[in-house]
């Protein structure tokens, strides 16, 4: 049976959203993808959260198996599971690290344990478990017929034969000065449990059995080695089979399921990093037909992440573009959280399309395969182009590669000219966005550009009416007036009509 992917609907392949690192740090998805993938450093699935998907089935896909896994009970027995497959991963290691042969052959029979184990009892979850997703429900039949299969019934009957084997194994040790000697057991009267008694007191707070044996276990000294191999020569008939067994089953591991570990990791670690936020998060409903777009509370998640630690709430705000609306123009006062609102819209495009939850309560998009970004860079002595010519070469990059399925982000550009050249220039800009017809958030201090055609939507940033200089962070579709962004500067420089009669006066 063909096992699909957790991550891909059948041969569905993902395209690069952007090529340039400088995308993913002005939406701060850097933030956000590192900061995911820190709970599990050990998978190696960073690679997934910059491979977006450009097609509507496998995002429903993936969107189907995270709904899964919001069953938290169902939740907790996968991320269970990758835990085992992990420590088979550390045995396969360890055996290749240790010297003693016997040794080796003991820790492959407890790996072969923790797998089999693992597997039986992942398959009996995934059975009792509510599934509809594609993904889980393909991994379940995939994981049953293969519990059925002739060569994994012969490892595990092997295996608990063996087991048996070498469980039913009792020897004596006679230590005698720096000597010792070691044969069968005949009965003697056994001191180990007397001496765990006598020693229980001085044990300290509990720990995790199977980490404890792992780690306990890891290394054998000579004395050790020699033991065991004096306990071999005892029972050459069960050690000959152990090493039979690690001879016949040395591949038996089959990589299916630690590429699955590694992959429904992806949607764990995502999970577990936006639980931590407690706010309300959405599966988008998404179009490549219907090209307009509405969110509702949506709000920037690397921003809403780091307020946790401090305690405060991160503002929502609402994005509507419809019928013939394709660009938001974004003005207002300084520090108004408008850099933030284009940031928010951004990440929600991109997180919907790597099939995720975005960070909103409701979003109805429309499939953006593409994400330009051009936020303000500092100037480097090494460039040799003028900070203007540099703005110009990036966005002229944009807009030649640009199709009408992208998403451009502008943010407060051409701030290095004067305002007659800067409105000269955007209006030009504006024209190409409109005639590409993208979709496009433009942050700018140019109130010229929110009503320059049927495409554009005027968004302010808006202030606290009773204290000019406090920020809402409040983003919302109006024309702008300048009034109170010229109030909050004025104030701001002490140029105020109170502030210059209170001078006057004093």
Same mark, same amino acid.
């Given at each position: 049976?063909?096992?699909?992917?957790?991550?891909?609907?059948?041969?569905?392949?993902? &395209?690069?959203?952007?090529?340039?690192?400088?995308?993913?740090?002005?939406?701060?998805?850097?933030?956000?993808?590192?900061?995911?993938?820190?709970?599990?450093?050990?998978?190696?699935?960073?690679?997934?959260?910059?491979?977006?998907?450009?097609?509507?089935?496998?995002?429903?896909?993936?969107?189907?198996?995270?709904?899964?896994?919001?069953?938290?009970?169902?939740?907790?027995?996968?991320?269970?599971?990758?835990?085992?497959?992990?420590? #088979?991963?550390?045995?396969?290691?360890?055996?290749?690290?240790?010297?003693?042969?016997?040794? &080796?052959?003991?820790?492959?029979?407890?790996?072969?344990?923790?797998?089999?184990?693992?597997?039986?009892?992942?398959?009996?979850?995934?059975?009792? @478990?509510?599934?509809?997703?594609?993904?889980?429900?393909?991994?379940?039949?995939?994981?049953?017929?293969?519990?059925?299969?002739?060569?994994?019934?012969?490892?595990?009957?092997?295996?608990?034969?063996?087991?048996?084997?070498?469980?039913?194994?009792?020897?004596?040790?006679? +230590?005698?000065?720096?000597?010792?000697?070691? &044969?069968?057991?005949?009965?003697?009267?056994?001191?180990?449990?007397?001496?765990?008694?006598?020693?229980?007191?001085?044990?300290?707070?509990?720990?995790?059995?199977?980490?404890?044996?792992?780690?306990?276990?890891?290394?054998?000294?000579?004395?050790?080695?020699?033991?065991? *191999?004096? %306990?071999?020569?005892?029972?050459?008939?069960?050690?000959?089979?152990?090493?039979?067994?690690?001879? $016949?089953?040395?591949?038996? $591991?089959?990589?299916?399921?630690?590429?699955?570990?590694?992959?429904?990791?992806?949607?764990?670690?995502?999970?577990?990093? #936006?639980?931590?936020?407690?706010?309300?998060?959405?599966?988008?409903?998404?179009?490549?037909?219907?090209?307009?777009?509405? %969110?509702?509370?949506?709000?920037?998640?690397?921003? @809403?992440?780091?307020?946790?630690?401090?305690?405060?709430?991160?503002?929502?705000?609402?994005?509507?573009?419809?019928?013939?609306?394709?660009?938001?123009?974004?003005? =207002?006062?300084?520090?108004? =959280?408008?850099?933030?609102?284009?940031?928010?819209? =951004?990440?929600?495009?991109?997180?919907?399309?790597?099939?995720?939850?975005?960070?909103?309560?409701?979003?109805?998009?429309?499939? $953006?395969?593409?994400?330009?970004?051009?936020?303000?860079? *500092?100037?480097?002595?090494?460039?040799?182009?003028?900070?203007?010519?540099?703005?110009? %070469?990036?966005?002229?990059?944009?807009?030649?590669?640009?199709?009408?399925?992208?998403?451009?982000?502008?943010?407060?550009?051409?701030?290095?000219?004067?305002?007659?050249?800067?409105?000269?220039?955007?209006?030009?800009?504006?024209?190409?966005?409109?005639?590409?017809?993208?979709?496009?958030?433009?942050?700018?201090? +140019?109130?010229?550009?929110?009503?320059?055609?049927?495409?554009?939507?005027?968004? %302010?940033?808006? $202030?606290?009416?009773?204290?000019?200089?406090?920020?809402?962070?409040?983003?919302?579709? &109006?024309?702008?007036?300048?009034?109170?962004?010229?109030?909050? +500067?004025?104030?701001?420089?002490?140029?105020?009509?109170?502030?210059?009669?209170?001078?006057?006066? =004093?």
């Amino acid at each position: 049976m063909q096992f699909y992917s957790i991550l891909f609907d059948k041969n569905m392949k993902a &395209k690069e959203l952007s090529s340039s690192l400088d995308f993913y740090r002005d939406l701060n998805l850097d933030q956000i993808i590192d900061t995911a993938v820190s709970y599990k450093k050990e998978y190696d699935f960073k690679k997934f959260f910059y491979t977006p998907l450009d097609d509507i089935q496998t995002i429903t896909y993936r969107q189907e198996i995270v709904k899964d896994l919001q069953n938290s009970e169902f939740y907790l027995r996968v991320d269970e599971f990758c835990q085992e497959m992990l420590e #088979i991963q550390r045995h396969q290691k360890l055996i290749k690290e240790l010297d003693y042969d016997i040794y &080796k052959n003991s820790w492959f029979l407890q790996m072969a344990l923790v797998y089999v184990s693992a597997l039986e009892g992942f398959c009996d979850s995934l059975k009792s @478990a509510n599934l509809h997703s594609k993904g889980f429900l393909l991994f379940r039949d995939f994981l049953d017929i293969y519990l059925q299969s002739d060569e994994f019934k012969s490892l595990r009957n092997d295996m608990q034969s063996l087991r048996k084997q070498l469980d039913s194994i009792m020897y004596d040790i006679t +230590i005698d000065g720096l000597t010792f000697k070691v &044969k069968r057991y005949e009965g003697e009267e056994d001191y180990s449990q007397e001496v765990k008694k006598v020693f229980e007191k001085f044990e300290q707070n509990e720990i995790n059995e199977t980490k404890s044996q792992f780690d306990k276990n890891r290394g054998m000294n000579h004395v050790n080695a020699k033991i065991l *191999e004096f %306990v071999a020569k005892l029972y050459p008939k069960i050690f000959a089979t152990l090493r039979e067994f690690c001879d $016949i089953y040395e591949n038996f $591991i089959d990589k299916t399921f630690q590429t699955f570990a590694g992959e429904v990791e992806f949607y764990i670690s995502y999970l577990n990093y #936006i639980s931590q936020t407690k706010q309300k998060f959405c599966f988008p409903q998404i179009s490549d037909e219907n090209k307009s777009m509405r %969110v509702e509370n949506g709000f920037d998640l690397a921003l @809403a992440y780091s307020l946790v630690f401090e305690k405060k709430k991160v503002v929502i705000n609402d994005y509507v573009l419809e019928k013939q609306e394709r660009i938001m123009i974004v003005s =207002g006062a300084n520090q108004g =959280g408008k850099s933030t609102f284009s940031r928010a819209f =951004g990440q929600i495009n991109y997180l919907a399309s790597l099939g995720l939850p975005v960070p909103a309560s409701e979003a109805k998009l429309f499939l $953006i395969d593409r994400i330009f970004t051009h936020f303000e860079r *500092e100037e480097h002595i090494g460039n040799l182009h003028s900070k203007l010519q540099e703005d110009l %070469v990036r966005i002229h990059k944009i807009l030649e590669s640009a199709t009408p399925k992208n998403l451009v982000i502008l943010n407060e550009i051409f701030s290095s000219t004067s305002l007659k050249d800067a409105i000269f220039l955007s209006k030009k800009i504006m024209e190409k966005i409109v005639e590409l017809d993208l979709f496009c958030i433009w942050v700018t201090f +140019i109130e010229e550009l929110n009503n320059l055609n049927e495409k554009t939507v005027s968004m %302010v940033s808006l $202030i606290d009416i009773n204290n000019i200089e406090n920020r809402t962070y409040k983003i919302i579709k &109006k024309e702008p007036d300048g009034l109170a962004y010229a109030k909050s +500067i004025a104030k701001k420089y002490r140029l105020s009509s109170e502030q210059i009669l209170k001078r006057i006066d =004093g």
